[in-house]
Each structure stands twice: as C-alpha cells, then as structure tokens.
C-alpha cells in the first residue's frame, strides 16, 4: 500500500491527483503543520528536509514532488502519465518538470517565505524579496501561457494529458492571490486551469483535502 504524507494545498496535491489518476489504491496521512508536525522527530526520519510530502511505497520512502511524480508515472506506465522513454517527447516532458519545481516553485518559495532569504526582523528586505519573487513569477507564468498559444494543444505538452499538468495547476493556483495578474488572468492559461480542473482526479484530490473556493 501507497502511502503519501501530506497537508492540504501544499507541494503533496500533484501527487495526490496523480494517485487518484493512475488508480492505485494509496492512504493519506496527514502531516499537520499547525502543529509542526513536519518538524517532528518522526517525521524527519522519513524526510530529514522537514518538507512535504513524503511517499511510502512499500520499502521506499521518498520525497521531492518532483522525483515522486517520476516515481508514479514510471512504476504505473499503463495509466500514461507521461511521453515514452527515449522520444523527444520524453525530454520535453522532464523539462517541463524540472523547470515547474527548479523555477516557478523555488521563486514561489521566496515569494511565500521571504523571511528565510533575509537577516531576522528585517521586514524592509523581507518586502523586497516577496516583490522580486512575484515579478518573477509573473515572467514564468508568461512563459507558460506562450507555451499553450504556441502549440494550440490543450496541455502544457500539447495534445495529451501528462503528470506536468497537475503539477503546473498546482502552482498556478499558488498565485491566486496574487495582487497582480495571478494565473487566471492570462488567457491561456485560465482555460488549461478549468481543463485540469475538470478532471475527476483532481476533482476527487480537491474534495479530499476540502480546498475552499474559488479553486485558483
């Protein structure tokens, strides 16, 4: 049995969705982070980085949103989660994920936590930081709208659904409350959000963790 350590919205929602989409039977396991419990001892022997998630695959603990996703698509190929092994597709594909984790979601992190890159107390760089990473941010999402108008197709890939898809709503989504042009104010990829948001899997991943809305 699949288990994925998780708290609700947090990095743990792309491998939740891709659980519900290839079909294996999996346990969520809250990790409560109103109570630090990602800090805990016990946690920290699953994942010494005090990050979620972690997932337990039998005698495998791993974590990295990114490396689990990797993990789920390659053990259950069937479910067609991402481009064949070897194809240009393929390549594209690990782009596409490494830059959702290596840039939007670093730069996110700043913008959510500047406090961490930072002197303590000092609010006035803390304030900079949080300005630097949403700009930034803003120029990754122009990146990923000019992705969808280049090809037409109506995934981040192209015409067929990958594990990248989530993985982009996921942070998208982070920018909701964004003061300035989130998400699902650039025209193509406010579509591609309702698109991933009508699938049952993610449907069934948001209704789990009762994500309030409006969704993104």
Same mark, same amino acid.
């Given at each position: ?10 990095a743990s929602f792309t491998p939740h969705v891709l659980l519900h989409e290839i079909g294996a039977p999996f346990a969520l396991q809250l ?88 002197? #303590?107390?000092?609010? $006035?760089?803390? &304030?900079?930081?949080? @300005?630097?990473?949403? %700009?930034?941010?803003?120029?990754? *999402?122009? +990146? ?45 990829? #406010?579509?591609?959000? $309702?698109?991933? &948001?009508?699938?049952? @899997?993610?449907?069934? %991943?948001?209704?789990?963790?009762? *994500?309030? +809305?409006?969704?993104y």
């Open positions: 049995m699949i288990t994925l350590h998780y708290y609700p919205s947090n990790v409560d982070r109103t109570q630090q419990a990602q800090k805990s001892p016990a946690y920290l022997r699953l994942n010494p980085n005090g990050t979620i998630p972690v997932l337990v695959d039998g005698d495998l603990v791993l974590y990295e949103t990114a490396a689990i996703c990797l993990h789920l698509v390659d053990t259950h190929p069937a479910a067609g989660l991402a481009p064949a092994l070897g194809t240009p597709e393929r390549a594209h594909f690990y782009k596409w994920l490494v830059w959702l984790t290596n840039t939007l979601q670093a730069t996110l992190i700043h913008y959510f936590y500047p406090d961490r890159m930072v002197d #303590a107390g000092d609010a $006035a760089a803390a &304030a900079q930081v949080k @300005a630097h990473a949403q %700009a930034k941010v803003g120029q990754c *999402l122009e +990146q990923i709208d000019a992705q969808l108008a280049r090809h037409g197709g109506p995934w981040l890939l192209g015409e067929t659904y990958s594990a990248v898809d989530p993985y982009a709503f996921m942070l998208c989504r982070w920018t909701r409350g964004f003061s300035a042009r989130p998400a699902r104010e650039h025209a193509h990829i #406010a579509p591609f959000l $309702a698109r991933v &948001a009508a699938r049952p @899997a993610v449907q069934r %991943a948001v209704a789990a963790e009762q *994500l309030p +809305q409006p969704l």
